[in-house]
């Protein structure tokens, strides 16, 4: 396990996230800190912080300490700051953004490298966030499924999620673009990833946006995606975390999945998120 010296890092569980302490987010943060906050996040593929206080021009600079900022086509519905989404779940939503598990906006040529999700406010319970290891999603496949999988590549769509067909936004206070000239994003990726900076294969697919392997059917392709789909989950793979007004998440967009538990109907739950470009 690495050291570390200007920042604290407790996992939270034996396969996934760490808690990262010592370290005001706000701040004008040097290399350093930056790196190995960076390198804290390859370990451990999601790391947490409570306690912040990280107004949204803070939130975009510490992202762009990580890259450039994504602008998540889906959200666009005439804001002023395109950089930042807000996820709003109010009492009597009956569904809530990426309550499947799933990688973020994997749709798109050049999906996002990651995401750092701010809590304004949350419940006093329920609401928590699981994440999944994709790297022993695919470790853990026989031999026979990983030569099946290594020259495939499978068609990822925001068809489901986004759109006047996906009905998403009636049941729901975050709002996504429905209007008539908005159309799909479509995108076939390897099924069986190389992360650029590990260099570890992990498992890319998920069930909101894969809809099939490339050059077959829905139908034909069910039986092994839901497989997969089942399998990326495993508890053993996971970690679940409880937010609290000021913590943050910041994912691996590329070899996570994670899942928004809505269990808590009566509550309000507010959240900023950016995410990093890949």
Not at 76 to 91: A, I, N, S, W
Not at 120 to 127: E, I, K, N, R, S
Not at 170 to 182: G, L
Request: net charge negative; charged share 25%; with cysteine.
């Amino acid at each position: 396990m690495a050291e570390y010296n200007r920042i604290t890092v407790e996992p939270v569980a034996g396969a996934i996230g760490a808690e990262i302490g010592g370290v005001n987010v706000a701040d004008e943060l040097d290399d350093t800190t930056v790196s190995e906050i960076r390198r804290a996040l390859l370990d451990h593929l999601v790391i947490f912080f409570r306690d912040q206080t990280l107004p949204v021009d803070r939130h975009k600079a510490f992202t762009r300490r990580f890259g450039n900022l994504f602008v998540h086509p889906n959200y666009q519905l005439g804001q002023e700051d395109k950089e930042t989404v807000y996820l709003l779940r109010k009492p009597g939503d009956t569904s809530v953004a990426g309550e499947r598990w799933h990688a973020d906006t994997t749709m798109m040529e050049t999906p996002p490298m990651g995401a750092i999700l701010y809590a304004l406010d949350v419940p006093d319970y329920g609401g928590d966030t699981l994440f999944a290891n994709q790297y022993l999603a695919y470790e853990t496949l026989s031999e026979g499924m990983k030569e099946l999988l290594g020259t495939m590549k499978a068609v990822h769509s925001d068809i489901r999620v986004a759109g006047p067909q996906s009905g998403v936004n009636a049941k729901r206070s975050s709002q996504v673009r429905s209007d008539a000239d908005w159309r799909p994003t479509v995108q076939a990726h390897p099924v069986v990833r190389l992360h650029p900076e590990s260099g570890r294969k992990c498992l890319f697919v998920n069930s909101i946006y894969t809809m099939h392997f490339e050059g077959m059917t829905e139908a034909e392709s069910a039986p092994i995606l839901n497989y997969l789909f089942d399998h990326q989950c495993r508890p053993e793979f996971t970690c679940r975390f409880r937010w609290k007004p000021g913590s943050i998440a910041f994912w691996d967009n590329r070899c996570t999945v994670h899942f928004a538990i809505h269990d808590n109907h009566d509550a309000v739950r507010h959240m900023q998120r950016t995410q990093i470009a890949g």
